[in-house]
């Protein structure tokens, strides 16, 4: 019995005050309730919301050695979907783990180390692999089949190179209808050109043709409770082609698309970025499919490193330079000729957030000598030599080790009247954090804690309940995911008990502590007491119960279709 709290129940409906009552996993009762429950929680000045649903991570290796999935069950998440961007774990063809492990470690920016340490690949379907996770996850994780996964899988080293053949294309769908029937959710994949492998190559999901993407999505369409999702492009304005081929997915499967990533900026240039990206949505529904574009509660802060060179391979000419082994990097790096180079390439770019040198902060270096740079900007170490000259002698001197934070854009605020705009707007959900990614760069894992402590109460951008919708209900009901995202009787009791007065996000501090000494990105959670998982806490007081009663999400089981008219 949780008792005494104010219940905002995820609908977008006013908080008002009850108890809630749950009894094998559900909520039983929600009111004024007389009966003695045999653990009673006292939530007199707290919050209780129903458990924050993250629809986009990347939590396919790291559920493998951490079943909390820390740090977001910790900052009241209890749902998170992962198998995003077109890259998971399975299937798992003989070899394929050689490829597929380093491939993870360069895209979605996981210490190599780490994974060869803690994965041991002993599966090869998908549903030996989420036979795996069952009963061994705190929280509820659904995953996406990636086509990455599926393509190295039927063709294998020729997943990469070229296009596939129809009997290829015949097999791959095959392989994504076991996957489903055993669990996965849908498909997803990836066209961006951000997304190479550690080779160098573009990832297998890249070479695919048309025929070959609309077979599999069309495969997604006989099964139900199942979506798709995608990352489209790079390109700052989407071209009619990158459009054409998001809606027609849509239709092909008769299923939702969500795509990574709307960025929200202030000026009229992003502003028409934004509307040439949410044309595909319109354009879905007048061909009769669905297209939801994923976008932050926040403006997005980063740490680039030249090491892993994520983003920053993406620059004119900088790629060659960025794929070198380590040792031939560092003696590039010192070349007064590849300087020129690199920096021509960025000139022919135009601008870029991550590539204004002389705004970007020196976050956190490995040489105590370097220690005097930290918290500046690289313009100000500068003074008047050229920054990135400046950035990069510092950055050699760290063995490529410096983490580099570019300027915050986007907290101004014309740039949040656009992002209130989007997030109440039906073509956009809240999500995209990329938590159990990128480890050692994003700092969007703790969007929740974040939103509702500095947006909603500092701020006071929007309310309380609408907020806790968003991320909530809302992005529940586009998956689909069956009896979850609200405080209601008869649903699963994903439960999450806060004191709004401080709820938030802790300072972002780096740590090493993954398997083989690998570092990430964490923080704290403030103000979260207590977090409650199909009916039973993982968190009491703030502190881990050690309980594992998260379900793995299965399609079908625990997702209802939500059709769209095509």
Same mark, same amino acid.
């Given at each position: 019995?949780?008792?005494?709290?104010?219940?905002?129940?995820?609908?977008?409906?006013?908080?008002?005050?009850?108890?809630?009552? &749950?009894?094998? #996993?559900?909520?039983?009762?929600?009111?004024?309730?007389?009966?003695?429950?045999? %653990?009673?929680?006292?939530?007199?000045?707290?919050?209780?919301?129903?458990?924050?649903?993250?629809?986009?991570?990347?939590? *396919?290796?790291?559920?493998?050695? *951490?079943?909390?999935?820390?740090?977001?069950?910790?900052?009241?998440?209890?749902?998170?979907?992962?198998?995003?961007?077109?890259?998971?774990?399975?299937?798992?063809?003989? =070899?394929?783990?050689? @490829?597929?492990?380093?491939?993870?470690?360069?895209?979605?920016?996981? +210490?190599?180390?780490?994974?060869?340490?803690?994965?041991?690949? $002993?599966?090869?379907?998908?549903?030996?692999?989420?036979?795996?996770?069952?009963?061994?996850?705190?929280?509820?994780? #659904?995953?996406?089949?990636?086509?990455?996964?599926?393509?190295? @899988?039927?063709?294998?080293?020729?997943?990469?190179?070229?296009?596939?053949?129809?009997?290829?294309?015949?097999?791959?769908?095959?392989?994504?209808?076991?996957?489903?029937?055993?669990?996965?959710?849908?498909?997803?994949?990836?066209?961006?050109?951000?997304?190479? *492998?550690?080779?160098? *190559?573009?990832?297998?999901?890249?070479?695919?043709?048309?025929?070959?993407?609309?077979?599999?999505?069309?495969?997604?369409?006989?099964? +139900?409770?199942?979506?798709?999702?995608?990352?489209?492009?790079?390109?700052?304005?989407?071209?009619?082609?990158?459009?054409?081929?998001?809606?027609?997915?849509?239709?092909?499967?008769?299923?939702?698309?969500?795509?990574?990533?709307?960025?929200?900026?202030?000026?009229?240039?992003?502003?028409?970025?934004?509307?040439?990206?949410?044309?595909?949505?319109?354009?879905?529904?007048?061909?009769?499919?669905?297209?939801?574009?994923?976008?932050?509660?926040?403006?997005?802060?980063?740490?680039?490193?030249?090491?892993?060179?994520?983003?920053?391979?993406?620059?004119?000419?900088?790629?060659?330079?960025?794929?070198?082994?380590?040792?031939?990097?560092? &003696?590039?790096?010192?070349?007064?000729?590849?300087?020129?180079?690199?920096?021509?390439?960025?000139?022919?770019?135009?601008?870029?957030?991550?590539?204004?040198?002389?705004?970007?902060?020196?976050?956190?270096?490995?040489?105590?000598?370097?220690?005097? @740079?930290?918290?500046?900007?690289?313009?100000?170490?500068?003074?008047?030599?050229?920054?990135?000259?400046?950035?990069?002698?510092?950055?050699?001197?760290? $063995?490529?080790?410096?983490?580099?934070?570019?300027?915050?854009?986007?907290?101004?605020?014309?740039?949040?009247?656009?992002?209130?705009?989007?997030?109440?707007?039906?073509?956009?959900?809240?999500? =995209?954090?990329?938590?159990?990614?990128?480890?050692?760069?994003?700092?969007?894992?703790?969007?929740?804690? /974040?939103?509702?402590?500095?947006?909603?109460?500092?701020?006071?951008?929007? +309310?309380?309940?609408?907020?806790?919708?968003?991320?909530?209900?809302?992005?529940?009901?586009?998956?689909?995911?069956?009896?979850?995202?609200?405080?209601?009787?008869?649903?699963?009791?994903?439960?999450?008990?806060?004191?709004?007065?401080?709820?938030?996000?802790?300072?972002?501090?780096?740590?090493?502590?993954? +398997?083989?000494?690998?570092? /990430?990105?964490?923080?704290?959670?403030?103000?979260?007491?207590?977090?409650?998982?199909?009916?039973?806490?993982?968190?009491? %007081?703030?502190?881990?119960?050690?309980?594992?009663?998260?379900?793995?999400?299965?399609?079908?089981?625990?997702?209802?279709?939500?059709?769209?008219?095509?």
């Amino acid at each position: 019995m949780i008792r005494g709290g104010t219940v905002v129940d995820g609908t977008g409906g006013p908080a008002r005050r009850a108890d809630v009552g &749950v009894h094998q #996993g559900r909520i039983v009762a929600v009111g004024d309730v007389g009966e003695t429950g045999a %653990q009673e929680i006292d939530a007199t000045g707290r919050i209780v919301a129903p458990g924050f649903v993250d629809p986009h991570t990347h939590f *396919d290796a790291q559920i493998m050695w *951490d079943p909390m999935l820390a740090p977001s069950s910790l900052h009241g998440v209890t749902s998170v979907i992962s198998g995003n961007c077109g890259f998971t774990l399975a299937p798992l063809a003989p =070899g394929s783990a050689d @490829y597929l492990i380093p491939m993870l470690a360069r895209v979605e920016g996981m +210490p190599e180390a780490t994974l060869r340490a803690a994965i041991d690949p $002993d599966w090869k379907t998908f549903g030996e692999w989420l036979d795996r996770i069952e009963g061994h996850t705190a929280v509820n994780a #659904g995953f996406l089949v990636g086509h990455s996964a599926i393509r190295r @899988y039927v063709l294998g080293a020729d997943a990469v190179g070229r296009t596939a053949t129809a009997d290829e294309i015949r097999q791959m769908v095959a392989v994504l209808h076991a996957s489903i029937e055993e669990g996965g959710l849908g498909l997803s994949t990836t066209r961006s050109t951000s997304h190479s *492998d550690h080779n160098g *190559d573009p990832v297998p999901s890249r070479f695919a043709d048309r025929d070959e993407i609309l077979s599999l999505c069309a495969a997604v369409g006989e099964h +139900p409770g199942t979506w798709l999702e995608l990352v489209p492009s790079m390109d700052r304005v989407f071209s009619d082609e990158t459009i054409d081929v998001m809606v027609s997915m849509s239709v092909a499967a008769r299923r939702v698309l969500n795509w990574n990533l709307m960025v929200v900026r202030a000026g009229e240039e992003e502003r028409a970025t934004r509307l040439s990206e949410l044309r595909a949505s319109d354009e879905a529904r007048e061909r009769g499919g669905r297209v939801i574009a994923l976008t932050l509660p926040e403006a997005m802060g980063s740490r680039l490193s030249f090491g892993d060179a994520i983003l920053y391979d993406t620059i004119t000419d900088w790629h060659d330079v960025m794929v070198l082994p380590h040792a031939e990097k560092v &003696v590039a790096l010192r070349d007064p000729g590849v300087r020129r180079k690199l920096a021509a390439g960025v000139e022919r770019d135009g601008y870029r957030t991550y590539t204004d040198w002389a705004t970007c902060t020196i976050g956190d270096v490995v040489a105590p000598e370097l220690q005097q @740079y930290v918290g500046r900007t690289v313009g100000e170490i500068a003074g008047v030599a050229d920054p990135f000259d400046t950035l990069l002698d510092i950055v050699v001197a760290d $063995d490529l080790a410096t983490g580099i934070e570019p300027k915050v854009i986007g907290e101004d605020a014309e740039a949040w009247k656009e992002r209130l705009d989007l997030m109440r707007d039906d073509r956009v959900l809240v999500g =995209g954090s990329d938590a159990g990614a990128h480890l050692d760069m994003m700092k969007t894992f703790a969007f929740s804690t /974040r939103f509702l402590g500095h947006t909603v109460r500092d701020e006071q951008r929007l +309310p309380l309940e609408e907020a806790v919708h968003l991320i909530t209900d809302a992005p529940a009901r586009l998956f689909g995911l069956r009896d979850r995202g609200r405080v209601a009787e008869g649903w699963w009791a994903d439960l999450v008990v806060f004191d709004p007065e401080t709820i938030d996000r802790g300072p972002v501090r780096m740590v090493h502590d993954l +398997p083989a000494d690998g570092q /990430r990105l964490t923080a704290e959670a403030v103000g979260i007491d207590h977090v409650i998982v199909n009916g039973v806490p993982i968190l009491e %007081q703030g502190r881990p119960t050690g309980a594992m009663p998260g379900r793995v999400l299965r399609s079908g089981r625990d997702t209802d279709t939500v059709e769209v008219d095509a």
